[in-house]
């Protein structure tokens, strides 16, 4: 199973990102939990979504409605749209799928800055 994470990049602060996860080796419909983290420089990993397999999400307070995670099965990806973005929101996120065990991706590098 990898997980290819894709999406990160330099946008200036207010601006929008699309964070892609695309899965390969299992089908991510069947798994139980996925979700995105992000580690600041400095920081410790720390969770920004979830979706669960009942499709209940839960988001960090930090979010405040400015990201949504979803799936696309078909394409067998996890996303995350970030919008507004803030200088804090510099990190690298992380997807990490659970199926039997879990599996994360090696990160996408997102720098918010003017």
């Known amino acids: 199973v990898q997980l290819q994470a894709s999406g990160g990049g330099l946008v200036h602060p207010g601006g929008s990102l699309r964070l892609s996860c695309v899965a390969s080796?299992?089908?991510?419909?069947?798994?139980?939990?996925m979700a995105w983290y992000r580690q600041a420089p400095g920081k410790e990993r720390e969770m920004v979504a979830s979706?669960?397999?009942?499709?209940?999400?839960n988001y960090a307070s930090f979010v405040k409605g400015r990201f949504t995670a979803f799936r696309d099965t078909a394409q067998n990806t996890l996303y995350l749209q970030m919008n507004n973005l803030e200088p804090e929101d510099t990190a690298v996120y992380y997807c990490?799928?659970?199926?039997?065990?879990?599996?994360w991706g090696k990160g996408t590098l997102v720098t918010v800055s003017s």
């Open positions: 990490t799928i659970r199926w039997t065990r879990s599996y």
């Open positions: 979706l669960l397999r009942d499709g209940q999400k």
């Open positions: 080796g299992k089908n991510i419909y069947s798994s139980i939990t």
